[in-house]
């Protein structure tokens, strides 16, 4: 979003754009005036195909919202009505509930492929910081919308999201202040669903603001790249039209593929069935597990035996991706050259899924069967230790202590060597 | 290019496999651990369709059997098209019914019978006096029944159990007497497929309790299997619509990305070998 060399031809555009420079913004932020590196591979689709799960969520929750009723007499029915009455509703919110999980694996990617590449460092800290946000958003604003087809899971997960802001009872009465205002009264209600209906519509419209802050972040370094150093000649540099649209309609359009298949073959697969059944108060059920992209977080509160240390433990475990910037003091970006990192990456990546894993366990289920049988609890405590001292200790350490592999001098220079060699 | 795009789709399909397969796996220990006898639906898969005499053979079996406990609230008898009937038989279906219609000039209930934009009307006026006339158990609603018994799993779809195979399980796996050792309370039967084996429905189905229409033999397994499609059609309507979008759009979609892989490729022919830079 920087200046523009947009010099439009026809007289009509050439005296709209004098008025309201739009079209040279869109130009020099999607278009030919913006120079991309020449060697992105394709874990930098995934940047674009966030956006586009974005706008997907935003038009079908939108229509969702014309036939959805927030109250708890008619919130179940009223998802039932858009499956059954509503002309295509079904598409559109099969297509809505599994977008929300793909928007999820999409971002989840997008974050490794920063952290893999290295493009939290400088100078894109900010870019990393304003991602983050972006992904709390999501986290938020995905919470709240499971709430709102009012099933089982839906009321029970919003109580045990929502009691555990009730930790923070720094004096007398003050978490219980706090619940009394997250529910609107003494317990998950109708006040309740009310807000979070209100504010699910709300925060997509946020995240919006922040990916525009994003790009605009995005926009001043340039994309960083697989390489990890910086984009300086002109050889280094290709126009993003039409190279990277082309290469992010293709990757778009395999990726609807994949979307597709799960919402006209496997539409419940990543749901619980149990949010098929109205909410009740009365009857608790067995298991209670969040959405699956909460799980790894669920699993290091649940690891933590006291409940204010649980929950600050299970912010801390997300909100320590602000510090990975300075918590990384080796001098080169990408995890190409530094072999080290990339095992501990791996690494870090198993136990993370192991987390989530273990997130849908009850903490006496035994693990491995050996030494008298080793609990789930057990394990995610482990696992949770090894997730902090990556951040806290392995990144910090071997960060500055690890031999890396020579850099290449340039883009340009990689990729003549690699066709001199191929 | 094609060997990244494969790790690329590797690794994707692998983190997802991790965190929802471990998702789905818990989903099914919570069940009950009794192994399921698995049928061969004919709408399973993705190009499966319901068997609509079976579903014509469900409804019968609801209307006639279960519906003396099980409300179907969410289904209006003009739904009923998709089993196979005309717009004159669904008519006479609903005039079959009576609904509530208001009130007369002296303050008493009028009633008129049923059209087909009506819902199949309730049993009992409210779960109070559902519980009253069941021993203090409430029927459960039929019209989600069959998809919030599911408990499927991505990665480990042998572990899947299926609502349809479920309800056949619980039709068919009564014992006329408790095993030893295990009480049963008054009114409670034991049931082999139901977390906790202690079910508060008495057996409902006995061989030949129906006289199909349409000839069939009404076993007792005949009739599950016939109820048991029919409620899972009652809580997934669309299927059948779903999946013929879905062939549509793969294919079509599919398509497209095979011709926006090659123009990707002449897009970048030049720049890939680099020879800009030469």
Redesign the interface.
Known sequence: MGSSNYQPTNKAVKWFEDRLPILGLMHSTLGAGYLAP?NL???WNFGSLAGFMLVVQIITGVILVMHYTPHVDMAF?AV?HI??DVNYG??IR?THSNGASMFF?VV??HILRGMYFGSYKSPREVLWFLGLVIYLLMMATGFMGYVLPWGQMSFWGATVITNLFGAFDFYEGMGESILHLLWGGFAVDNPTLQRFFSLHYLLPFVIVGVVILHIWALHLPGSNNPLGIDAKGP?DK?PFH??YT??D??GL??F??IL??F????????G??????EANPMVTP??I?PE??Y?PFYTILKAVPDKLFGVIAMFASILIFFVLPWLDGSKIRSAKFRPTTAFFFWLF?LNT??L??????LPD?IMIDMAGGIDALTMGRISSIFYFAYFIVIVPLVSRMESTKPVPISI?QS??DA?KKG | MLN??KN?GL??LA??A??????????A??ASAYPLKKYDWPHAG?FGMFDKPSLQRGLQVYKEVCASCHSLD?VAFR?LKALGYNADEIKAFAAEYEFPNGFDDEGEEKYRKGFPQDYFPAPYANEEEARDANNGAFPPDF??LG????????FTPWNSIYGEDYIVGILNTYHEDAPEGVELADGMSYNEAFPGNLIAMAPPLFDDIVEYADGTPATTEQMAKDVATFMYWA?E??MEV??K???K??IF??I??IM??F??RR??RK?K??D???
Not at chain 2, 18 to 27: C, E, K, Q, R, V
């Open positions: 020449r591979n394709y874990w029915r039932e499956m059954r079904w598409l099969y694996v989840y990617i050889g290709i039409p190279y082309a290469k309609l293709f359009s395999f609807i593929v597709a298949i919402i006209f073959y496997m539409p419940n697969i990543m619980h069935p149990d949010n098929y059944i067995p298991h597990v699956w992209y799980l990546l899924l192991y989530g894993y273990l997130g849908t366990k289920e340009a990729v003549l066709n | 990244r795009l690329i690794m994707t983190v997802s991790l965190t929802i397969g471990g998702l789905t796996a818990a989903n220990a919570g993705p969410m739904e019209s989600l998809k919030s018994r599911e408990h499927l799993s991505l809580a309507p669309k779903r999946k979008m879905g062939l759009v793969i979609m599919s497209l990305t926006l892989y123009v990707n897009v970048w720049i070998k680099g800009d830079l030469a």
